[in-house]
């Protein structure tokens, strides 16, 4: 597997295939940057506040983009079920479209859902070979495409899409993230970056600024290790 800053999306210059393999790739990309996020804030932050202050963003962040992923990944999933053909051997049909579930982070999943970690029986070897460029039969290729994409809705290829790009830019800024820190360290709250910032909602941001102005204070406490 290529080095996470190198790792490339999937291509969607073509009609999506595959929808909710596209987006367990995305998920599986995302749980191994958060993974490799809270290690960095273990080598890098001082135990104490500082660094449960910083973990705990980077969970609610990944949790709700995750989650939000997930749900368009479940809703993909169940599309393709009842749509693709029985009796293709690489499709997905609605008796073997099981998902299996797991929590990524700690804390337990969004509101009681968890996130599909892609190994039920849903996914297909021949699917996976085409999903990553493997080798394939020219007609089946195309049968499986005409078959998905006739069974889909545009509004939910739509809807994936757009899902499947949010995550990529959420996991890009966590990529420039992990890079600034490697080059310069982290630096006490004033870490985030501008591409980072501008994928924050209005609470989020908000909320980062409190944690901005509780170091600060925690500073100007004695006998602190900021102020070594």
């Known amino acids: 597997m290529p080095p996470l800053e190198t790792m490339s999306a999937p291509s969607f210059t073509k009609p999506p295939l595959f929808l909710y393999e596209q987006l367990q790739l995305r998920l599986g990309e995302s749980l191994k940057l958060y993974r490799d996020v809270l290690r960095l804030h273990r ?6 506040p500082t660094r449960e202050l910083a973990d705990r963003f980077a969970r609610a962040e990944f949790r709700t983009h995750m989650a ?31 998902v299996s579930y797991f929590s990524p982070l700690p804390g337990g999943p969004t509101s009681g859902r968890g996130l599909p970690t892609g190994r039920g029986n849903n996914v297909s070897s021949g699917r996976i070979a085409l999903l ?13 495409q005409t078959s998905h994409l006739r069974g889909v809705s545009p509004q939910l290829r739509a809807v994936t899409f757009q899902a499947c790009e949010q995550l990529r830019r ?3 800024a ?25 994928l924050l909602s209005e609470s989020q941001r ?11 204070e925690l500073r100007k406490q004695p006998d602190q290790s900021f102020n070594d």
Request: aromatic residues 6%.
């Open 170 to 172: 959420f996991n890009e």
């Open 132 to 144: 990553q460029g493997g080798p394939e039969t020219p007609d089946v290729g195309r049968r499986d």
């Open 43 to 48: 080598r890098q932050l001082p135990a104490g």
């Open 174 to 198: 966590w990529q420039d993230y992990l890079r600034f820190a490697r080059d310069r360290e982290l630096r006490h709250g004033r870490h985030m970056r501008p591409t980072q910032r501008g």
């Open 68 to 98: 939000a992923a997930s749900e368009a990944s479940q809703q993909a999933a169940a599309t393709e079920a009842l749509h693709m053909d029985s009796n293709d051997p690489y499709g997905c049909t609605s008796s073997s479209a099981g």
């Open 206 to 216: 908000q909320q980062l600024q409190a944690i901005k102005d509780l170091v600060v």
